[in-house]
């Protein structure tokens, strides 16, 4: 069984603050992790996503995510918040090998950032 | 990356009617779709998992006759709400898996069904 469990279901920056989105996962294999962005009224966009290669993963729009196996954690940060930033957030998790990608999803962060 | 396209993007119907939502990938081939739903301000729940040239797989759950998918072809998967109410309202979001690699789904833009 999998899950993933985010801490904080609203997260408020200034405009150019840093943005931590937490995000921890409980998998009984080696798991893939997903951040996936959503704006209002949409599907989800892939930010970035750990496939076991580097831990620390480089996504688009400037996030990056580190997996820590030690903390069973993969965090989502950012320099530098933009206003183009605010939306939903959710972290992913799905089992090694795939098992078809079926994706167990957090509760989800909506970030929001303040002027 | 691969492109998934879902229609429509809103549909308000009344209740007791049906209404088919499509999903489309439209620069791979898809093997396995996977349709969610997701309620206001909630996340995204697993209704099935679609397969091309078989049946279905679904969630725990999920009602297989009132939610029927089918995935007729490697490009194209639908999902029907049949006899829809009020509470099937909601936000419904397909994705799919290319072929042959199991790293990443591909999401639609999503279905916003409003039952009236």
């Known amino acids: 069984a999998q899950s993933v469990t985010q801490l904080g279901s609203h997260v408020s920056v200034s405009e150019g603050a840093l943005v931590l989105l937490r995000c921890n996962y409980s998998?009984?294999?080696?798991?893939?992790l997903f951040w996936y962005v959503q704006y209002p009224n949409q599907g989800l966009q892939l930010l970035l996503k750990?496939?076991?290669?580097a831990t620390l993963v480089k996504g688009i729009n400037g996030f990056e995510a580190e997996f820590k196996k030690s903390e069973t954690s993969f965090h989502l940060t950012k320099p530098s918040a933009h206003m183009s930033d605010a939306a939903e957030y959710f972290c992913?998790?799905?089992?090694w090998g795939g098992g078809g990608n079926k994706l167990t999803f957090g509760t989800g962060t909506q970030l929001k950032v303040e002027l | 990356g691969a492109v998934v396209s879902q229609h429509p993007s809103r549909v308000i119907c009344k209740s007791g009617t049906s209404v088919k939502i499509e999903c489309r990938s439209l620069d791979f081939q898809a093997t396995t779709m996977f349709w969610y739903r997701q309620f206001p301000k909630q996340s995204l729940m697993l209704m099935a998992t679609?397969?091309?040239?078989?049946?279905?797989?679904?969630e725990q759950g999920v009602e297989k006759d009132k939610f029927l998918i089918n995935h007729a072809s490697l490009t194209l998967s639908t999902l029907t709400v049949t006899s829809a109410h009020p509470e099937d309202s909601s936000f419904y979001i397909c994705s799919a898996m290319e072929t042959g690699l199991n790293t990443e789904a591909f999401f639609g833009q999503g279905t916003r069904l409003t039952v009236v």
């Open positions: 750990y496939t076991s290669a």
């Open positions: 679609s397969n091309e040239g078989s049946k279905a797989t679904y």
């Open positions: 998998s009984s294999v080696p798991p893939y």
């Open positions: 992913a998790v799905s089992p």
